[in-house]
């Protein structure tokens, strides 16, 4: 069963660091690239990012619990627990914070596209905040990957 726990920590981190990477720096951009129409790339890019938000929340949720009965009160010590629980709270902000805001911003600019209304800098500024709050969890992500073998010991 020892064995079980260890893989679904490692297929864990590989799942969200991998959805992270893969939605966030290949998907999205090529659906901008790709698509004539910006406003349904955003709409879809969006779907896919919110995936990838809760799938980000259900592993941090293994691995929390993982890592806490691993090292008992060690997982305080642990930088594993640390990266997965900041990742845990950017991906809550974002999903639940920033997110929301920007749906609000949408619906607020109807019958236009937001990009193309008044609300325009301010979407655009949620958007940058958005922006950063992904790239930081990326980075956090690849760290969390380089140190993974930490959580096992």
Do not use: C
Not at 82 to 106: C, E, H, R, S
């Amino acid at each position: 069963m020892q064995r079980l726990a260890e893989h679904l920590y490692a297929i864990s981190i590989t799942l969200w660091v991998g959805a992270l990477w893969a939605i966030g720096y290949l998907a999205a951009p090529t659906l901008f690239h790709v698509l004539g129409d910006r406003a349904l790339a955003g709409r879809v890019a969006g779907e896919m990012f919110g995936y990838v938000a809760w799938i980000g929340m259900a592993a941090a949720a293994y691995l929390l619990v993982f890592v806490a009965l691993r090292k008992n009160a060690g997982a305080f010590r642990s930088l594993v627990f640390w990266l997965v629980l900041l990742m845990l709270l950017l991906t809550v902000a974002g999903y639940f914070g920033v997110q929301p805001i920007m749906a609000q911003l949408k619906v607020d600019s109807l019958p236009r596209e937001v990009m193309e209304s008044a609300l325009r800098d301010r979407f655009a500024a949620w958007h940058g905040v958005s922006s950063v709050i992904y790239l930081v969890q990326s980075l956090l992500g690849l760290v969390l990957v380089a140190v993974q073998s930490r959580g096992l010991r």
